[in-house]
């Protein structure tokens, strides 16, 4: 069955290869975002998510073209990175207002018509930085960890209305995203250049991490089910590290972070 579906953040990346795969499965497919996109059967309709009467208008359009929105895929989102004591906190603002309260506004515009037909498929793009946080990038990591626990409890209040939620969380992924975090080295001679060594190591994974065709298709094939699991690691290494996350000790796992990371 053909389905409406809204792609957010997805005019490059993981996002543009989320909503080519779900189009490739037959369906419609929205994508929302702040620039243009080139697409041939894919509807662009340009939104910031973090306005939210931009929001609202775009949800509305898509409303009175379909009369129904099935899948929501909440991907849009960027990072940055430095030294917690250093970051402006304009700029850590920033990555919330982006990561997760973004997310909020569009599923606040979503959620009542998915709740009136009692149908509806959720899914958030978090990170395995959201539980197994990343030194050097601590925001980044808390708006991750914070869409686990967005999509978690927003399951059990819209479980009676038919509505399932998802997160993803991938790990490396070879993508734009890399090059447009907002890097900071702001006192890295105060951290003994382990900033920059921290924020290159990380680079060096993401650029040699999956491809983000397979992230995409992946994502969409989560999307397009009505049920599984709540959070679903993205990649056989990153399933074993939710798994170690959940069984080593804290102490352990952070402390394996920091090793690779943090030295």
Known sequence: MNKVCIVTGGSSGIGRQTALALKGEGNT???????????????????DITDE????AAVSEIIS?????????NNAGFGISGAAEMTKSADSHAQLEVNLFGADNVCRAVIPHMRERKNGRILFLSSIAGILPI???LWYSVSKAAIIAYSLAL????????????TV?????ASGFTASRKKSEAGDEVYGGRIE???????????GGMSAAVAGAFIAKMALKQKSKPLVSLGLMYKFAAV????MPRSLTNYIIGSMYSK
């Not at 399951?155 to 998802?166: D, F, H, K, M, S």
């Not at 969380?169 to 992924?173: A, Q």
């Not at 060594?197 to 650029?207: G, H, I, N, P, T």
């Open 244 to 247: 170690v996350a959940k069984l």
């Open 65 to 73: 073209r379909e009369g129904r929105i099935d899948v929501l895929v």
């Open 53 to 56: 009467n931009q929001v609202k």
């Open 155 to 166: 399951q059990n209040e819209l479980r009676p209305y038919g509505i399932t939620t998802c």
């Open 169 to 173: 969380m991938p790990g490396d992924i």
């Open 29 to 47: 497919v929205y994508e929302l975002s702040r620039r243009d996109a080139n697409y041939e059967d894919i509807i662009h309709i340009t939104a």
């Open 135 to 137: 030194p050097f990038q």
């Open 197 to 207: 060594r921290s924020v290159l190591r990380m680079e060096k994974d993401e650029q």
